[in-house]
């Protein structure tokens, strides 16, 4: 699980400097689908779903 400062500077990473969801994993040594998870959500004061 990433910290929320780790998940800021992703979401900077992709919003404000343009890198790609590849570049941005790589850089933060964690999967694409971790980062794209972290890009799509907008509220983070919900839960996130636990899965069955």
Do not use: H, W
Not at 33 to 48: C, G, H, S
């Amino acid at each position: 699980m990433l910290t929320m400062t780790q998940i800021d500077y992703i979401r900077k990473a992709f919003f404000e400097e343009g890198l790609n969801i590849s570049q941005i994993a790589k850089t933060f040594s964690c999967d694409r689908k971790t980062v794209r998870k972290y890009l799509a959500i907008e509220d983070f004061n919900q839960p996130f779903p636990k899965a069955k």
